[in-house]
């Protein structure tokens, strides 16, 4: 199992920017393929991006493409999504995942805790 922890959310003005980070419990990261989702109030969870486990190959929604980056350390053990030209509508909690493998995007689990973006018009 990997423990996974999130962090970095807050509250930013529409077009800022926000960095959130997911710190992973596991010696063997770089195995897993990870992901963001985030799940706005009264909706479902949804896919935002993922990352291989090398960090080679990443993959987005088309919502966040051009203006969302993920990235990975595998050293630290974490993987970050650095969250440019924000709009009010990416409000929601934001949490990452693991899984096998950066395209099997139903696979992913080993949820953290979330991380609360909020974004102000």
């Known amino acids: 199992q990997v423990q996974l922890v999130e962090s970095g959310g807050g509250l930013v003005q529409a077009g800022g920017s926000l960095r959130v980070s997911c710190a992973a419990s596991?010696?063997?990261?770089?195995?897993?393929?990870m992901a963001w989702f985030r799940q706005a109030p009264g909706k479902e969870r949804e896919f935002v991006a993922t990352?291989?486990?090398?960090?080679?190959?990443?993959y987005y929604t088309e919502s966040v493409k051009g203006r969302f980056t993920i990235s990975r350390d595998n050293a630290k053990n974490t993987v970050y999504l650095q969250m440019n030209s924000l709009k009010p509508e990416d409000t929601a909690i934001y949490y990452c995942a693991a899984g096998p493998g950066y395209l099997r995007i139903g696979q992913f689990g080993n949820w953290g805790q979330g991380t609360q973006v909020t974004v102000s018009s």
């Open positions: 990352i291989s486990p090398k960090g080679l190959n990443q």
């Open positions: 596991t010696r063997t990261f770089s195995n897993y393929a």
